[in-house]
């Protein structure tokens, strides 16, 4: 990642309609929590809350149109939580899932061709994370940077954020599908005791670096010797600057090593974060990195040699040692700095220049990484996990029905009078047993989240979960 600079927002014909598209959203999210609020209040906690036909009329009624009320999300989840006390007690919260399907936002407006177009400009038509030049072989997508329909936690979408965000010019980048779709999705994690967003509060801590606000190289460095992204940010909290440079620029092979122990302190990892998200060491990407290095060294090797076209070699190393905009930007442009910064350095200390076989190192990463197709994550960026009970279940304090639900999944449809309960993995994933109806299948609750494609397990047939759960709304 390499720090962006987007400039100000285009002007087009299209910006008094972004503000309106988001003022309506705004006014329609309030009315909603009003409902939900009232509604709340009328049925108390034994009951579970969805989108009835009277508050469809209400909200038509004060003004929302159609086109939104078919996105509307209107339902409620319970998260359970042990809390450490005095006595240790187990707690159920109540949390409203309000919000807006992906449908309601009008791509025209965020990514028309005006806009994408100066996006795909001022990035030197790069992803704005991984750095892998597009416009040569895809159209890329422009990406949400805080994520419009809502943000995953517990394995569940959260819909209330960011809605107020969707078209703006801050909030917008170019990014490859890979990065955009395949791992980031609606992963946004924030800071460790702070709040989160509302339309009426101001941007909240997020754990991602946001290029276009941030110099993520403060945070995220590439190892020249392997091609990969390290979290730099343990690095510099954890050493003096000189042990620092020692490190990274002189002794590489270290550098993992370092970074391991280091992480095994618990440190609090914005880099780390951001690479495990973005997939910033997916396998193809590593191997095109190296790639980018193994020309890189052939053309500093080159630059030694005397000859006719010694003048073009030295501009083509000015493009990484005094970058600037343009077609021919390089990609993969960090990763090339931290290589040359060790080269030179290298050179200066008196180092054998050949002491890593740097040409042959590349040459193995790249034979050895293999090719697409990438293997998905373990769980989808875009879709939810979650329990779903409902009040005539049968053994609700034994058994659970699990549901996928996809983004664009209506939640209240998929409740039908019950409620969504958030799966927390970290002290039940082992005990709880997943069965799959039909197939057969029968695994851990960690085991089946795990695994690299979880929704096919609902296509089979239901899925219920077996273990001792506490019955709902017993210390709401």
């Known amino acids: 990642m390499i720090r962006l600079n987007k400039g100000p927002q285009p002007t087009d014909s299209s910006i008094e309609q972004r503000v309106q598209a988001t003022q309506l959203l705004t006014q329609t999210f309030q009315l909603l929590v009003a409902a939900y609020t009232e509604l709340e209040k009328k049925l108390g906690p ?52 309000v919000g807006f399907g992906s449908g309601v936002f009008d791509s025209k407006l965020y990514a028309n061709k005006p806009l994408k177009q100066a996006l795909v400009t001022r990035q030197d038509g790069k992803c704005a994370y991984c750095e892998t030049r597009l416009t040569d072989v895809a159209h890329g997508d422009v990406e949400h940077f805080r994520p419009k329909a809502g943000y995953l936690l517990d394995h569940a979408l959260q819909p209330e954020a960011y809605y107020w965000c969707a078209y703006d010019w801050d909030n917008l980048y170019f990014a490859c599908q890979i990065c955009n779709e395949t791992f980031k999705g609606n992963r946004f994690p924030i800071m460790p005791g702070t709040q989160r967003a509302t339309a009426t509060t101001a941007l909240d801590a997020s754990v991602l670096i946001d290029p276009g606000t941030e110099e993520p190289r403060d ?66 990407l590593v191997r095109a990195r190296a790639g980018q290095l193994r020309q890189l060294r052939a053309l500093l090797l080159a630059s030694l040699i005397t000859g006719t076209e010694q003048a073009g070699v030295q501009q083509a190393l000015a493009q990484y040692t005094n970058p600037g905009p343009g077609p021919f930007s390089p990609e993969y442009l960090s990763a090339s700095v931290d290589a040359l910064l060790a080269w030179q350095a ?11 076989g740097w040409i ?13 197709p990438e293997p998905t994550p373990d769980f989808s ?54 069965i799959v109806t039909k197939s057969g299948a029968n695994l851990t609750l960690s085991e089946l989240v795990a695994h690299n494609a979880p929704w096919n397990f609902f296509k089979k047939g239901n899925v219920f979960v077996t273990g001792e759960f506490t019955p709902l709304f017993n210390a709401v």
């Open 46 to 97: 034994g009951r579970p809350i969805s989108l009835t036909n009277d508050i469809r009329q209400w909200l038509s009624g004060r003004g929302v149109p159609d086109n939104i009320l078919k996105e509307v999300v209107f339902g409620q989840q319970i998260v359970e939580n042990w809390v450490v006390n005095h006595k240790a007690t187990w707690v159920q919260a109540v949390r409203p899932l």
């Open 381 to 434: 960026g875009d879709d939810s996990i979650m329990y779903l009970v409902r009040p005539d279940d049968p053994k609700p304090t034994e058994v659970r029905r699990l549901v996928y639900v996809k983004k664009d999944q209506e939640l209240d449809q998929a409740a039908l009078d019950g409620w969504f309960v958030a799966v927390n993995l970290e002290t039940e994933g082992d005990d709880k047993t997943s």
């Open 219 to 284: 945070f995220i460095r590439f190892n020249p010797l392997t091609a990969k992204a390290y979290p730099y940010d343990v690095l510099r909290v954890s050493l003096t600057p000189q042990d620092l440079n020692t490190l990274v620029l002189l002794n590489p092979d270290k550098i993992d090593e370092v970074v391991q122990r280091t992480m095994a302190t618990g440190v609090l990892s914005r880099g780390a974060s951001t690479i495990n998200i973005l997939g910033l060491n997916r396998a193809t």
């Open 346 to 356: 290298m050179s200066q200390q008196g180092s054998p220049w050949h002491r890593f």
């Open 360 to 372: 042959a190192s590349y040459d193995t990463l790249i034979a050895t990484v293999p090719p697409p």
